[in-house]
Every structure is written in C-alpha cells, then in structure tokens.
C-alpha cells in the first residue's frame, strides 16, 4: 500500500495506531475515528503505549502488513526515524519521525507530518513571514518547527544549553542559541515545549517584545494556554497547539488512505475533548 494509491480499505478495515508513552491522554483516536466514520471507511485507530521493544514490535507489524499506519508521540520519534526504512525528505532534516507508512516496494518510510502542519497553520493564523523567529525548546517539536522555518532568521532558547548543541547537530538548519531567559524583540515565539499544557507559562516579557505567537502545547478542554490568551487579548497573532495537532493528523490519515478529513472537522473533535499532547 502506498500513499498515493490507498483508497480502498484493506480486507478488515484500516488498523492504524498511536504509539508513545504515555499516551493514554493522546486525542488522536478520537480524530482519526471520526474521520474513518465520516467517510464511511472500515477500520480503528488505537492507543499502544509502547517502550523501544514496542516500537520495534510496531515496526514488524507495518512490515508485515498487521498495522496499515501509525503515529509517533513522546518520547519515541528519535527511535521510529531508526527503525525506518527510509526518511521522507522533512523527517531526515529534522531527525524526528511522527508518522509510519508502508510502501509497495516493502519500505517502512517514517514523515514528519509536524512540519507541515507548522507550514499550514503558520499561514493561516496571519503570522509574520518576514522576521527572526525564536524557538523556545530543543526537542523534536523544535526540530519540526526548524526545519518547517528554514528560511527565517532562526533562534534556539532552551534551559540546558547542551541540548541546544545536540539539536544543532542533528537538525540540518542553521540556528543561532539564545540564553534561556532572553528575549528577542519583534521575533515570532515558538513555544516547542510542554509550558502552559501541564503547568508554567512563557515568561511575559518573550510575549511582550515579540510580533506573534506559535504554541504548540495546549490544555484540557481546549481552553487556550495563558500565553495564546494573552497575545489574543492584546491582538498579537497567535495560535495554539490543537490547530497544529489537528493539522498533524489530516496530513497523516490523507498518506495512509488516500482520502481528505472533512474540513474542520479533526479540530472540532479535538477541541471538545481535548486532554493533553497529541
């Protein structure tokens, strides 16, 4: 099965998964299966929390063909780009995979579908395309969002700096750092970290001096992160961390079936159940 050809359900339907751990929080299922039933397409998509063994048991099963398409979470994206056969372009730039398909040629290719999900969501929340940007974090959100922004006058700020330099040597972006704690005037923030969905906020002051706002964590309910709250009540562009995830998910489902999720509709379910990362 390829992504361009997949149209037709597989015999038993499309069994499709998240792998992470934890992920019990994880608010892809409920996307995914509303899609599958929109559409009237046979299949699941299922929660696995899963260590390294797991990740490679999940492999087998793309192999083989028991698990048609599975998505990535924390804290296994690095193991799911070595355990795969081949990188798409934007997954071997950031070193980070959160999407497996299966080719016909017996490949198991792993994406980054969180780079193009920056990539849309960017522009359709009207944020500036023509200033530095500062990426607070080092992980593989900050990677996704490194590669997805090449072309920017990029920043790193994270509280190890070592992890600033790791991200450097494996991300093939160039990036300046930024002392944790400092603040860039006039950059577009992007919040690559947990901050806001389980606790803490971006300082201010990155709110105050900066044009815009790219948040990649969310909370419970789909109640806005202090930080998008913040920059909305002042009129500063900003979006927030279920615009992403849901963006996330419609690239996905289109690579492994074949088919568009209904317009709005990933970002309907997961607003009104939304319970942690993606």
């Given at each position: 099965m390829t992504e361009a050809s997949a149209s037709v359900p597989p015999p038993g339907g499309y069994r499709l998964a998240v792998l992470g751990d934890p992920v019990s929080h994880?608010?892809?299922?409920?996307?995914?299966?509303?899609?599958?039933?929109?559409?009237?397409?046979?299949?699941?998509?299922?929660?696995?929390?899963?260590?390294?063994?797991?990740?490679a048991s999940a492999a087998s099963e793309m192999r083989t063909g028991e698990l048609h398409g599975a998505n990535i979470t924390m804290p296994h994206k690095g193991v799911a780009a070595r355990l795969a056969d081949g990188l798409s372009p934007d997954a071997a730039r950031a070193g980070s995979v959160n999407t497996w398909t299966f080719e016909d040629r017996g490949r198991l290719v792993g994406h980054s579908t969180d780079v193009e999900a920056i990539r849309r969501v960017w522009v359709r929340a009207g944020l500036a395309t023509d200033?530095?940007?500062?990426?607070?974090g080092a992980g593989g959100a900050a990677a996704a969002a490194m590669v997805a922004l090449d072309e920017r006058d990029l920043w790193c700020s994270a509280r190890r700096p070592e992890a600033v330099s790791a991200l450097a040597d494996r991300v093939d972006v160039p990036f300046r750092p930024l002392e944790w704690g400092g603040s860039l005037p006039g950059a577009v923030v992007v919040n690559a970290t947990p901050l806001g969905m389980r606790g803490g906020e971006l300082p201010v002051r990155l709110l105050e001096e900066s044009m815009g706002l790219f948040d990649?964590?969310?909370?419970?309910?789909?109640?806005?992160?202090?930080a998008v709250r913040w920059m909305r009540e002042r009129r500063k562009p900003a979006s927030d961390g279920l615009e992403m995830l849901a963006a996330q998910a419609e690239a996905s489902f289109e690579m492994w079936t074949g088919h568009g999720a209904p317009a709005g509709l990933m970002e309907r379910v997961a607003r009104t159940g939304a319970t942690g990362a993606g």
């Open positions: 994880s608010l892809s299922p409920a996307m995914h299966n509303a899609v599958l039933a929109a559409l009237g397409l046979e299949g699941v998509y299922s929660r696995r929390r899963v260590d390294q063994r797991g990740m200033c530095s940007v500062l990426v607070v990649m964590a969310y909370v419970a309910g789909g109640v806005e992160t202090g």
